[in-house]
């Protein structure tokens, strides 16, 4: 996206909230739709996004924060940044100034730059959604297509089936087999057959006590 487009005066993005704009920057990194981004765009974004307005997704930049919160040097944070920005997932609210802004007990303040999260047409596009209105904060997603609907039930499918818990095979009598031996072995009339124990002396010689000797002394 151009940099003339990375404006929320501009944009052709959405706003977003930073909960749904996770998913967002999640599936443009795994889609590999910008050659510079990777998992530490996700790192990025998610720092911002923790740090977001949850309601208008509104953020406050700050480098210096962000490099030492995650560990990364300012350049890097900077060009991750700016690749949110050209996928149209991040716009300018407010640009920063180093103009001094003389604040009370502070011998510099510049102003800060502000972001927002954006959501770009092409992911509506790809999710099926329907938007209408215009402006950054005025479009709005209305509905769904049929093809967005029959892709968001198979994700919900897909994540069921990613959290449901395995379990061992069934047996041919249809129990699972750790399932049914647990309960056996729980089980009070699961018993070793009285003339299974073994008694001491019964079949054998006991064992000769080394205190007492052996028995026929």
Known sequence: M???EQEATTTAS?????RAWRRVVRWFVDAGLHPRASATTVRVAEDLARRMDFVEGRVIYDLAGTAA???????????HVRTLRELGAL???E???RRNLHLPGRRYAGTATVYGAAVPPCFDEAMGHRVEGAGYSDRLVVGVTGAGRARAVAEAQRGAASRRPRHDPLSPGGYRRADHDVARARSPHHQVPRHRRHRPGHGRRACPSPLRGPPDA
């Open 91 to 93: 716009v300018w609210l």
């Open 2 to 4: 151009p940099r003339e």
């Open 14 to 18: 959405r706003r977003a909230q930073p």
């Open 95 to 97: 640009h920063g100034s």
């Open 69 to 79: 919160r995650l560990g990364l040097s300012e350049p890097t944070v900077k060009r």
